[in-house]
């Protein structure tokens, strides 16, 4: 469904941010896409959903190709219409807006559309946003934000739906909450996702297939089983430490390694 | 008592026209961050069109009223797409420079073609003294009152309901956000602009019906600063009910104090307001939670 070729990605017409991103998103599935702060995971949502060019970032090389046709220099009102909406990174909800008002703009762009019915899919999902309906969202907690801004995706009906660090901040029930609606989404909305997380553990407990980048490039790929089974995975997403093995030896490669990975 | 609802419905329709114009003022500033300092030649350019066309051309009122806000409109977009666009990521005092020139712009071409003589405004809003308890006061003023309150409505239902109209909220508080979800932020602005231009349009109408056209309808634009700074720099509420409460004011000293000070008090009690309020009475707040 989604495809990015070597993509490369520059801000400010210096600095070099991607460096060859290659990625595949499959139609219905789950892929999750991890990497530590800095990697270039929320450049990478930027560069397909169009909003680079907001921050003034450009794709100066590779391709990225959605159902087929290059979208790359597509703007960002175009690839929505196209059926890709990005959450993005810190919920961004309008801390003005009530919540209604929040999701009839995640509308925007499906102008003959029955707003209650889709409304009311929403607080199907989120019973918590019905509650709270008529509030003004900046006071909103924060996993209710999280929720809204998921919700203002589902208003848009997409195709693929990118989510950009949905626990960031949250308390650890409420991740698995809301990630366990993210399934449901994927499966009930049969929207693809390309989940954006730090969280290594959960990401590789919903995902059907998982992307690890680190400055600006992929490093590792798998099913979440062969990735879980990785020792630099183990050691560095998932915080488990291998027993029995040569300490001398271990160290100076667990230096080198966290070089690599936290670089 | 007869003075006091005298007044108090010359206030109500000067505070009414004015909310009009400040509206736009604060649509312009919430949705792209410009202090558009040329909203008062906003209303003198649709007082003048509109004279033109009716007193000059010789159009058909109903007819040159629609023309007069289609014009309004155009200016809009073409003022956002000429002069403000290419001023996105400046420094605000240039974008501020940039508006001050357009306004002294605006008001030579509307000098050069219509002349400083101020003139009679063509009579198709009847103006006859209409007897409100015990007060007599033009039925001018009351339409412009009942038309300036309708514009209100029905902006506020704009901005509650319709899609176009959350939009624009929506940019107002995160223009990246918007983005996000297939807003077009140019084309807000551009709406932004046109919205603007076209109600002050209005207001400049209903102002040179009830005092004439002349240049001195800037000035009454120039008074749109006193109510959004009171209202809130970027509430919709704020604009009309500070309109509201600067009509008020200056109807009440001018009847019971005195000419001249009426123009003055305003600006006492917006001192007062901001010291208690820096946001203006209904500015939003940056919202923080704990
Ligand atoms: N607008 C920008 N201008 C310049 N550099 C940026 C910009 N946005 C991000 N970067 C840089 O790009 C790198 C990757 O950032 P980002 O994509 O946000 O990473 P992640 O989401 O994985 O934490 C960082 O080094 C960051 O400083
Ligand atoms: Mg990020």
């Known amino acids: ?263 | 008592m007869a003075l006091f609802i005298q007044l108090t419905l010359t206030g109500l329709t000067n505070g009414a026209i004015l909310a009009l114009a400040a509206l736009g003022f604060v649509l312009i500033y919430k949705s792209s961050d410009v202090i558009n300092f040329a909203q008062g030649e906003f209303l003198l350019i649709g007082a003048y069109v509109i004279f033109g066309l009716v007193a000059q051309v010789g159009i058909f009122w109903p007819v040159s009223l629609i023309l007069t806000v289609l014009i309004a409109v155009a200016l809009g977009v073409v003022v956002e797409r000429l002069v403000l666009r290419p001023m996105i990521g400046e420094p605000i005092i240039s974008v501020i420079m940039v508006t001050i020139g357009l306004s002294s712009l605006l008001k030579a071409i509307v000098s050069a073609i219509w002349g400083t003589i101020p003139q009679a405004f063509p009579a198709f809003i009847p103006s006859a003294p209409v007897k409100i308890l015990g007060a007599t006061v033009g039925e001018d003023r009351l339409w412009a009152l009942v038309i300036a309150v309708l514009m209100l409505g029905l902006f506020n239902i704009f901005f509650t309901r319709s899609r176009e109209g959350i939009a624009m909220r929506a940019v107002a508080d995160d223009q990246q956000a918007a983005l996000s979800m297939g807003i077009s932020v140019k084309k807000i602005f551009a709406w932004a602009w046109s919205i603007a231009a076209a109600t002050a349009a209005l207001g400049g109408l209903l102002v040179a019906n009830i005092v004439g056209v002349s240049g001195e309808l800037a000035g009454f634009g120039l008074r749109v600063f006193p109510v959004v700074i009171l209202g809130g720099l970027d509430s919709i509420p704020g604009a009309i009910i500070g309109g509201i409460i600067i009509g008020l004011l200056e109807a009440y000293t001018g009847g019971y104090i005195g000419q001249g000070l009426n123009q003055v008090l305003p600006f006492v009690v917006l001192i007062v307001i901001l010291m208690v309020r820096p946001y203006g009475l209904f500015g939003q707040e940056i919202i923080e939670r704990v």
Request: overall charge neutral; cysteine-free.
């Open chain 1, 1 to 263: 469904m989604l495809t990015l070729n070597n993509v490369e990605v520059i801000y400010n017409d210096v600095i070099l941010v991607l460096k060859g991103m290659s990625l595949h998103v499959p139609e219905g599935k789950i892929v999750g896409l991890l990497g530590s702060n800095g990697a270039g995971k929320s450049t990478t949502l930027k560069a397909i959903s169009g909003l680079l060019k907001a921050e003034d970032g450009e794709v100066t090389d590779g391709n990225i190709q959605f159902l087929n046709a290059d979208i790359q220099h597509k703007d960002a009102s175009d690839i929505v219409r196209q059926g890709i909406f990005q959450v993005m990174e810190g919920r961004r909800v309008f801390e003005h807006l009530t919540t209604e008002e929040n999701l009839v703009a995640g509308s925007y762009t499906r102008s003959s559309v029955n707003l209650r019915d889709e409304i009311e899919i929403v607080y199907e999902y989120f019973p918590r946003l019905k509650e709270r309906r008529h509030q003004t969202a900046g006071y909103l907690s924060g996993g209710e934000q999280q929720m809204l801004a998921i919700g203002r995706a589902l208003m848009a009906k997409p195709k693929l739906m990118m989510l950009d660090e949905p626990s960031l901040g949250l308390a650890p029930l409420l991740v698995m909450e809301i990630f366990n609606i993210i399934k449901r989404i994927n499966e009930e909305q049969k929207t693809t996702i390309l989940l954006v997380e730090q969280n290594a553990n959960l990401t590789l407990s919903v995902a059907d297939y998982a992307y690890i980048m680190e400055s600006g490039r992929i490093v590792l790929e798998g099913a979440p089983l062969d990735l879980r089974e990785n020792a630099d995975v183990r050691e560095f997403y998932l915080g488990l430490t291998e027993v029995g093995q040569r300490k001398s030896y271990r160290d100076v490669k667990h230096y080198k390694r966290r070089k690599r990975w936290l670089s």
